[in-house]
T-cell receptor, first 113, second 115 residues
Framework: AQSVTQLGSHVSVSEGALVLLRCNYS??????LFWYVQYPNQGLQLLLK??????LVKGINGFEAEFKKSETSFHLTKPSAHMSDAAEYFC???????????FGKGTMLLVSP | DAGVIQSPRHEVTEMGQEVTLRCKPI?????LFWYRQTMMRGLELLIY????????DSGMPEDRFSAKMPNASFSTLKIQPSEPRDSAVYFC?????????????FGQGTRLTVV
């Protein structure tokens, strides 16, 4: 079984500030981890994914995430928030071969001027 | 490619009516997923298909829900009869081979409101 916990249903930052969205996973096998973004009235779009290799993964729009096995975490960061980053962000996990994505509950990122 | 296409984008129906949601996956993708998104439960997988065959429908909430995939380019999710608690955003997604490192591509969703 696999699961994802996203800490904080809402995160507020000022434009230009650091963005940190937290994700912890549970998986009985080495996980594959994903971050998706959902803009208002849109579908989910892949931001980045961790499969194997380098634990620091860079994605689109300046986002990156680091896989930390010892902490079972895959937090999403961006050095400087833009107004256009305001959206809902979902962390997801695949825990076994040919499995389906299991999503967290999502974190709404609010960016103020 | 145009991506995953869902129709309609919005659907308002009265309780007890039949509702049919439609999805066209990305050409060449062999996996198709139906998800439901609500405030209370987040994103839930309802059912998924591989090569048009349903593989796991354990997420389908009740017998009122049914899904079909008559060919590689079309799938439907039907609710009959609909109830207010079915109000949600329904997403269709597709992927190629569904390996561990493959992501799913999502449509824009259908927002269903049952009154």
């Amino acid at each position: 079984a696999q699961s994802v916990t996203q800490l904080g249903s809402h995160v507020s930052v000022s434009e230009g500030a650091l963005v940190l969205l937290r994700c912890n996973y549970s998986s009985s096998v080495p996980p594959y981890l994903f971050w998706y973004v959902q803009y208002p009235n849109q579908g989910l779009q892949l931001l980045l994914k961790y499969t194997t290799g380098a634990t620091l993964v860079k994605g689109i729009n300046g986002f990156e995430a680091e896989f930390k096995k010892s902490e079972t975490s895959f937090h999403l960061t961006k050095p400087s928030a833009h107004m256009s980053d305001a959206a809902e962000y979902f962390c997801a996990v695949k825990g076994s071969g040919y499995s389906t994505l299991t999503f967290g509950k999502g974190t709404m990122l609010l960016v103020s001027p | 490619d145009a991506g995953v296409i869902q129709s309609p984008r919005h659907e308002v129906t009265e309780m007890g009516q039949e509702v049919t949601l439609r999805c066209k996956p990305i050409s060449g993708h062999d996996y198709l997923f139906w998800y439901r998104q609500t405030m209370m439960r987040g994103l839930e997988l309802l059912i998924y298909f591989n090569n048009n065959v349903p593989i796991d429908d354990s997420g389908m909430p009740e017998d009122r829900f049914s899904a079909k995939m008559p060919n590689a380019s079309f799938s439907t999710l039907k609710i009959q009869p609909s109830e207010p608690r079915d109000s949600a955003v329904y997403f269709c997604a597709s992927s190629f081979r569904n390996r561990m490192n493959t992501e799913a591509f999502f449509g824009q969703g259908t927002r269903l409101t049952v009154v």
